[in-house]
């Protein structure tokens, strides 16, 4: 792939790496490739952060047709840029993109465009403790019209966006609502699919669950209610009597980066790990009896997200006395380190530019 790069002459100066928070400061440049059926993938390029025009036409608007990615890069020694996993990212968007009627995008274009803008802004990525660079790679349909049907043209745009550590105080844990009316993907639906629809439809139980004080919504099954799917953006891990269980991915869950490492890591290191169902009573009867030790979420942004308070219709569940429990300090020191590169990689998980 050959990348056409115009860096800016108007160049931003660099905000507080110490006070960035999450998703609202851009780097100086984005990376654009244009997709034209017939044509394939084409005109890869680095150009400055800017808006971009489009017809008020443009099938994005109207139908949805989008897709999206999320993954970090993070300082490393002698002003090297650290990638966790990117051809995870590039797998994923291809699974999405198939779901979405979105060309396939070839993989190795995927991680050369990474790091190719990575690259070009490697100054944006902030050295303080905990944070990194965001970088979120997307896909929108760009023909201008108003029929229900894929696209021919496409533009593939990454941007980067440095974000501070995610918990300021060391890990924190959460509130989490337990949604029993709204729900969030079905079987057959696109919950296995990274794209802006699931998260359009998850908008208004999260507003009610932040309405109560509870920072994140956790979702039941589409059909029954009855079995444990994913948290907002993150997956979901209990431990339970010593045993790590976490949904298995039916089809309505996002396969998580971070949920497939937590396996690897808890499995190498002996723990049993079970990937089933686990019902919502199940989790209240472990609750009642003792059993449940620990409940965390996994993802990109925050890595681990300990959860201290569970909250079930009328029930609320003090998991673990509201602390972190210890796998999951050891899951968030292991991961973050890995990242970091000041624990070494047994995995092959790292990349480094
Ligand atoms: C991105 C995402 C996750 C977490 O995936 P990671 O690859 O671990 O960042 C989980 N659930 C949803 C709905 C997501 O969009």
């Known amino acids: 792939m050959n990348i056409r790069i115009e860096k800016t002459t108007t160049p931003k100066a660099k905000p507080d790496f110490k006070n960035l928070g999450f998703g609202k400061i851009f780097t100086d440049h984005m990376f654009v490739m244009d997709y034209t059926e017939g044509k394939g993938w084409h ?18 608007f109207h139908y949805g047709q989008e897709m999206f990615e999320g993954l970090k890069a993070y300082r490393g020694e002698n002003g090297s840029a650290r990638l966790f996993r990117p051809d995870m990212n590039a797998k994923r968007t291809n699974a999405t993109n198939e779901r979405l009627c979105i060309p396939n995008l070839p993989e190795e274009y995927f991680v050369e465009a990474v ?39 496409y533009k593939f745009i990454i941007i980067l966006s440095p ?9 924190a844990p959460v509130g989490i609502w337990i949604e029993d009316d709204y729900v969030r993907a079905v079987k057959g639906g696109m919950g296995f699919a ?36 994913e948290v907002g953006a993150m997956n979901i891990f209990f431990k339970i009597n010593g045993v790590i269980v976490t949904p298995e991915l039916s089809g309505s869950i996002l396969p998580g980066i971070t949920r497939n490492s937590v396996i690897q ?21 472990a609750q009642k009896s003792g059993a449940l030790e620990e ?7 925050a890595v ?15 998991i673990n006395s ?22 070494e990689d047994t995995f092959g998980w790292t990349l480094t530019i």
């Open 322 to 343: 509201g602390d972190i429990g210890p796998v999951s300090q050891k899951l968030y020191d292991t991961i973050t380190g890995l990242q970091n590169g000041t624990i």
């Open 43 to 60: 005109d890869a390029r680095i150009v400055p952060f800017a808006n971009i025009e489009l017809s008020p036409a443009c099938m994005v």
């Open 115 to 153: 790091k190719a803008i990575v690259d070009v802004d490697r100054d944006w990525i902030p050295n303080e403790p905990g944070t990194s660079l965001y970088i979120r790679p997307f896909i929108i349909a760009t023909d201008d019209f108003l029929g229900v049907a894929p696209s021919k043209t």
């Open 194 to 229: 990274k794209t802006g629809g699931n998260y359009a439809a998850s908008l208004i139980a999260q507003v009610k669950a932040h309405d109560d004080g509870y920072s994140q919504v956790l979702w039941l099954d589409g059909v029954e209610r009855k079995y444990i799917e």
């Open 304 to 318: 681990i997200s300990p959860v201290g308070k569970l909250r079930y219709k009328d029930d609320v569940m003090t």
């Open 295 to 301: 409940v965390f979420g996994t993802g990109t942004a």
């Open 163 to 171: 974000s501070g550590a995610y918990y300021a105080s060391g890990l």
């Open 265 to 285: 890591l808890c499995k190498s290191w002996g723990m049993p790990v079970e990937e089933r169902k686990i019902s919502v009573e199940e989790l209240i009867e």
